[in-house]
């Protein structure tokens, strides 16, 4: 693994919580398959995180979609 990989890891991991699909990018889904295994603290430096942006991209969903239902009314 390279300073470039542990850069990279977060927001790529980032990705896949906003729901891209990393399986139509090979090189990407095994890099970060790779990286998941065999970093060092890979969960416990980016767990937290990665669950924090669901929350909040799963209320922001919810928020606009009331909002949306709320405007045609």
Do not use: H, P, R
Request: charge should be negative; include cysteine; charged fraction near 20%.
């Amino acid at each position: 693994m390279t300073v470039a990989d542990f850069t990279l890891v977060a927001s790529i991991s980032t990705f896949k919580v906003a729901g891209v699909d990393l399986t139509k990018y090979d090189n990407i889904n095994e890099w970060l398959i790779k990286c998941m295994n065999t970093m060092d603290g890979y969960e416990k430096a980016n767990q937290e995180g990665i669950v924090a942006v669901e929350a909040t991209l799963k209320y922001l969903d919810k928020k606009f979609a009331n909002l949306s239902q709320t405007q045609s009314l």
